[in-house]
């Protein structure tokens, strides 16, 4: 992942950025956070627990880990780790398993909700939080170079295996790991030029094109021009053109019987 992601990921919250499992949390849980990341968002997993219960975090990535201690090491009930989400080492220990915009980064996400079904205590309840990258849309059309950009992204991630429309599929990705109750919410995120973080939330193009444009470029799905020009034009669109922005994004719940 590269390293200048993490200023998305440390501009996210429970409330605002997950908001489905916000809703089912109470005092007393445990709860296991898969790809945490930096850990915004278990940090406010472990605050809506309170120390009756517990928050786990769980990443690949060192570096993030490493944040994630530094950044929330005096909150309570809380711990990351380093762990590979193919190789879970929990069984049957968490009342809720959630992952937040991880399957769509996932070759095998089938394998990877395997083992997170393991994780859950019986009558326990996962929630997975992810992107149609499909269906985003624009109020204006953003610049060409934006769109081809966009489409290059798609592909350039559908090449490597991964799933672009992966939201629309989860309900038969929990079924297929043996979740009953499948329940879905709409939590599309919806910005517009009148909210104050609009040209950071509706921006999150322009730093994926500042990000994972340049892996794209060394794999050859883009050149470096056409990078440069999707980043600086869109962030001119944002200050002066663009109205609205849309990432659809749904979250799938089931339980372990």
């Known amino acids: 992942m590269p390293d200048g992601t993490r200023a998305i990921l440390d501009t996210r919250s429970l409330q605002a950025d997950h908001r489905r499992l916000a ?7 445990a709860v296991l956070d898969v790809g945490c990341g930096t850990g915004a968002i278990t940090r406010g997993i472990a605050e809506a627990v309170g120390h009756e219960g517990h928050a786990v975090g769980v990443d690949v990535n060192q570096s993030m880990i490493e944040a994630a201690r530094a950044a929330h090491r005096r909150v309570l009930g809380l711990s990351f780790h380093v762990v590979d989400v193919y190789r879970l080492p929990f069984r049957g220990e968490f009342d809720i398993v959630a992952a937040a915009r991880v399957l769509q980064w996932l070759a095998d996400p ?22 149609n990258h499909e269906k985003a849309s624009w109020t204006p059309e953003p610049p060409a170079s934006m769109r081809r950009f966009v489409a290059a992204f798609l592909r350039w991630r559908a090449a490597a295996g991964l799933d672009n429309a992966i939201a629309d599929r989860l309900g038969e990705l929990l079924s297929g790991v043996g979740l009953t109750a499948i329940a879905t919410t709409d939590q599309s995120e919806v910005t517009r030029r009148s909210d104050p973080d609009f040209e950071t939330r509706a921006g999150i193009w322009a730093t994926i094109a ?48």
């Open 210 to 257: 500042a990000t994972r444009g340049h892996q794209m470029v060394a794999d050859g799905a883009i050149s470096e021009g056409e990078r440069r020009a999707a980043e600086v034009e869109y962030r001119a669109w944002l200050g002066q053109a663009g109205q609205s922005h849309v990432q659809y994004l749904l979250a799938v719940e089931g339980v372990r019987p």
């Open 110 to 131: 089938g394998a990877a909700l395997r083992e997170m079904t393991k994780a859950l205590r019986r009558g326990g309840r996962m929630v997975i939080l992810d992107y």
């Open 23 to 29: 809703a089912l949390l109470r005092p007393g849980l």
